[in-house]
């Protein structure tokens, strides 16, 4: 079966840097577009950042542009994002997610993504 499984959150004071890192299994990597999300306390899940299958597009909120990085490495079956100049706002639990495309824009919304791991916490204290 498909699994995602991130991994890189923690405590980390407000200017520091984390990566994350998703490990993908039971899919052909290759063939899907990878996303990140978040979800605040209180909060609706949104969109973060994603990539494309081959990594060579990439699309990202703008409350991360500029400071958030998404990169992938299809040997290794592999997302990340790297995280720079954080924010207490940036505080959530940050999801990765699949979609089974060609498109070379991966897409924003939550709902077109087949697949999600269970997340990983993200604090970011002032």
């Known amino acids: 079966q498909v699994q995602l499984v991130e991994s890189g959150g923690g405590l980390v004071q407000a200017g520091g840097s984390l990566r994350l890192s998703c490990a993908a299994s039971g899919l052909t990597f290759s063939r899907y577009g990878m996303g990140w999300f978040r979800q605040a306390p209180g909060k609706e899940r949104e969109f973060v950042a994603a990539?494309?299958?081959?990594?060579?597009?990439?699309n990202y909120a703008d409350s991360v542009k500029g400071r958030f990085t998404i990169s992938r490495d299809n040997a290794k079956k592999t997302v990340y994002l790297q995280m720079n100049s954080l924010k207490p706002e940036d505080t959530a639990v940050y999801y990765c997610?699949?979609?089974?495309?060609?498109?070379?824009?991966?897409?924003?919304?939550?709902?077109?993504?087949?697949?999600w791991g269970q997340g990983t916490q993200v604090t970011v204290s002032s």
């Open positions: 997610a699949a979609v089974l495309t060609t498109l070379s824009y991966p897409p924003r919304a939550a709902d077109e993504y087949h697949y």
């Open positions: 990539a494309s299958w081959s990594g060579g597009s990439t």
